[in-house]
Structures are given as C-alpha cells and as structure tokens.
C-alpha cells in the first residue's frame, strides 16, 4: 500500500513503547454488549495488535477512531491512519443514517415491505478449532466469518434495488481481509432494518503515516459523492466531510496541508474540565446515541474545522465505534442467536514507529 510519512508540529516525539496483546477478553467484549445483556467471545480478527494499556476503561474514549487521534495529538505521539480508517468512519456514519430513516428509504434500497431473510450456507466454511482464539467460546461450529459475510454482502448486492453493497464494501489498493470484512459487516449493520441475516449449517502527532494512494482518497470522494446522490437529506453530513477529503487526498499525493493537519483535534476545557472535542476529527462523527438505543444529531450546526471556540462534542456522548448486527445460526436445526460486532474495536500501536493507530476488527459473540 502506498504510504507517506510527514512533519505536522515541532514538538517532541513521544517514544514510549506499549505492551500489545493480539487478544480480545471478555471485558473487551463487555463494552459492545447491551446494558441488559451479556456477550461469550467466540472469535474476532484484528489488523494491529492492541496496546494493553490504552484500552482500559479508564483510560479510552469509547470511539476508539476518535480516541487514537486524540491520544497520539494530546501526548505527542505519532500517528498513522489509513484511508480504511476514513471509509470505515464514513460508512458507519452512513449505516446509522440509513437505519434510523429506514422507512424513507426502502423504495429506493428494496422492493419489499418488513425484513426479508438472507440464507447463507456455510458448511463449507467450516474451520477448526485450533483456528479459533483459544479463550473463544466452542458451543457452536467454527466458521470463516470473514467468507461469510463476504458471501452474505454478495446475497445483499443481489437483493437490493440500490447497489449499495458494491458502493461501501469495495477494497481500496491496500485493504487487508480484515478491514474488508469490516467493510462486509457495516454493509449488514446498514441494511440490518430491511434484512435478517442467516448463517447455515446442513450437517484509526508529531507525525502523520497516511496509508493509501491519492487514487484510493480520489475513490473515497467519488463514492462519497455517490451517496450524496442517494441520501439527499445527508448532506447536512456528507458536505462537510468533502474538504477534509480533499485534504486527505493532497496528503497523499506528498502535498500535506500542514495548519489542517495541527486542527485535527483539541480538547474545550482546562485543567480537570476537560469536556468536549472540538477540531475537523469531530466531523467524522454525525451521530451520538440518545442513551435509548437511537442516535441524534452531533453538533453539526457549526464547523469542527476551527479552533478555539466553545464547539464541539462532548466525551460522555461518543458511542463505541463498531457497528453491530444479530443473526442467527442455524445447525441442523438448533438455532442459535448471535452478534456479529465489526468496527474500530481499540487502540493499536505499530512497533517500529511507536505511531499509535486505530485498530479495525471484528468478532462474533453468544449472549448468554
């Protein structure tokens, strides 16, 4: 993949190395699950390992896209974001959108009225146990979920009036299999209100690393435009994000606007009332949850762009950045309920540079 490393602000670079862990636990898992719920881990994929000690309750901002961003800025770290990075927070805006205006929508995306099941066999995606994370839950069968909701968003292209699936799931020059099925899941979570899913078994400085081309940002903007087209009452969101597109795609091709980049992200506060985001890195964000399962507006009223002033979003308001989708699991008849939860799952650090980065993932999970 294309990469280019640049100088945003003279301060001393942070050279601490954190411990990482290529491991998920079940207090992981914990903070995706319902207030009245509790999840079993049974298996997850991640791009960079995570930093043990920035993941802890006390220590992360719940968007982990967000919190990346915020830690490497506030303490000096370099940073390293990838335009998976940027899809992903887009689409995940997008899939919000889409399903708290489902009924708005449903002529243009499908043709029919409620939720229509999808069906995917999966026998053949059958995999080990020894090709699951040991601490994994082994009550159900082993599947390569990343085929799987590979094949299942090739279901969802086939079904959908608009090809929404082939819009936000395509691969940019670099894009790994996890960051695709990161994509392939927030394609399920976006069209989770018209669609129940079903697997079947017969038997995220004082420097910048931008990972991408300028033809991956270029595609980026073309596919942004492409939605605008589609959610014509999103432009409240997507307009915004164009210019901040543009500057991503200048990064890229070795022209990095460096004021932009030293406005990515500030704290409003001082001292222990430190509160509110403010900076272009709040734009990323359209939605927070209303503490009732739905989401309202950010404060888009305004431009995160400038600094200095009482704007922004509030801490307490960011939600987990993952996207989250309920199947089933059919095994010859013994169905079993599950969650599929792909998104930005923490904080990774690459152990060359010391850059901290947001880390993409996904993971299946059991209520219990």
Same mark, same amino acid.
């Given at each position: 993949?294309?990469?280019?490393?640049?100088?945003?602000?003279?301060?001393?670079?942070?050279?601490?190395?954190?411990?990482?862990?290529?491991?998920?636990?079940?207090?992981?898992?914990?903070?995706?699950?319902?207030?009245?719920?509790?999840?079993?881990?049974?298996?997850?994929?991640?791009?960079?390992?995570?930093?043990?000690?920035?993941?802890?309750?006390?220590?992360?901002?719940?968007?982990?896209?967000?919190?990346?961003?915020?830690?490497?800025?506030?303490?000096?770290?370099?940073?390293?974001?990838?335009?998976e990075?940027?899809?992903?927070?887009?689409?995940?805006?997008?899939?919000?959108?889409?399903?708290?205006?489902?009924?708005k929508?449903?002529?243009?995306?499908?043709? =029919?009225?409620?939720?229509k099941? %999808?069906?995917?066999?999966?026998?053949? *995606?059958?995999?080990?146990?020894?090709?699951? /994370?040991? !601490?994994?839950?082994?009550?159900?069968?082993?599947?390569?979920?990343?085929?799987?909701?590979?094949q299942?968003?090739?279901?969802?292209?086939?079904?959908?009036?608009?090809d929404?699936?082939?819009?936000?799931?395509?691969?940019?020059?670099?894009?790994?299999?996890?960051?695709?099925?990161?994509?392939?899941?927030?394609?399920?979570?976006?069209?989770?209100?018209?669609?129940?899913?079903?697997?079947?078994?017969?038997?995220?400085?004082?420097?910048v690393?931008?990972?991408?081309?300028?033809?991956?940002?270029?595609?980026?903007?073309?596919r942004?435009?492409?939605?605008?087209?589609i959610?014509?009452?999103? =432009?409240?969101?997507?307009?915004? %994000?164009?210019p901040?597109?543009q500057? *991503?795609?200048?990064?890229?091709?070795?022209? /990095?606007? !460096?004021?932009?980049?030293?406005?990515?992200?500030?704290?409003?506060?001082?001292?222990?009332d430190?509160?509110?985001?403010?900076?272009w890195?709040a734009?990323?964000?359209?939605?927070?949850?209303?503490?009732?399962?739905?989401?309202r507006?950010?404060?888009?009223?305004?431009?995160?762009?400038?600094?200095?002033?009482?704007?922004?979003?509030?801490?307490?308001?960011f939600?987990?950045?993952?996207?989250q989708?309920?199947?089933?699991?059919d095994?010859?008849?013994?169905?079993?309920?599950?969650?599929?939860?792909?998104?930005?799952?923490?904080?990774?650090?690459?152990?060359?540079?010391?850059?901290?980065?947001?880390?993409?993932?996904?993971?299946?999970?059991?209520?219990?």
């Open positions: 993949m294309a990469t280019i490393t640049f100088a945003v602000a003279k301060v001393d670079v942070c050279t601490k190395n954190h411990a990482t862990t290529e491991d998920l636990s079940e207090f992981d898992v914990a903070r995706w699950a319902a207030k009245s719920q509790k999840l079993s881990l049974e298996n997850f994929q991640i791009n960079y390992p995570l930093v043990s000690d920035l993941n802890g309750n006390n220590h992360r901002i719940k968007n982990a896209f967000v919190g990346s961003v915020f830690k490497a800025y506030c303490e000096h770290y370099p940073l390293e974001l990838s335009v990075d940027i899809w992903v927070a887009i689409t995940q805006g997008v899939s919000i959108h889409l399903n708290e205006n489902a009924e929508y449903r002529e243009l995306m499908v043709s =029919h009225e409620g939720k099941t %999808l069906t995917l066999p999966v026998d053949s *995606l059958r995999i080990p146990d020894s090709a699951r /994370p040991k !601490i994994g839950n082994k009550s159900v069968p082993g599947i390569n979920w990343s085929a799987a909701v590979r299942m968003g090739e279901l969802i292209r086939g079904d959908m009036k608009t929404l699936a082939t819009l936000l799931t395509t691969p940019f020059s670099g894009t790994t299999q996890v960051e695709q099925a990161v994509f392939d899941c927030t394609l399920m979570d976006s069209v989770k209100s018209y669609y129940d899913f079903r697997f079947s078994l017969c038997c995220g400085l004082p420097q690393t931008l990972r991408g081309s300028p033809e991956d940002f270029q595609q980026v903007i073309n942004l435009n492409q939605l605008r087209s959610f014509t009452d999103f =432009h409240w969101w997507l307009d915004i %994000l164009l901040h597109l500057q *991503l795609k200048a990064s890229a091709e070795g022209k /990095p606007d !460096i004021d932009w980049w030293q406005k990515i992200c500030h704290s409003v506060g001082g001292g222990s430190i509160s509110m985001l403010a900076g890195l734009d990323f964000v359209p939605y927070i949850s209303d503490g009732t399962g739905h989401y507006k950010a404060r888009c009223d305004h431009h995160h762009y400038t600094q200095g002033m009482i704007n922004g979003i509030e801490f307490g308001d939600s987990e950045a993952v996207t989708t309920d199947f089933i699991l095994d010859n008849g013994h169905e079993t309920k599950m969650k599929l939860i792909a998104g930005f799952l923490g904080i990774g650090q690459n152990t060359k540079t010391g850059a901290l980065r947001p880390c993409l993932g996904w993971l299946t999970a059991l209520p219990v």
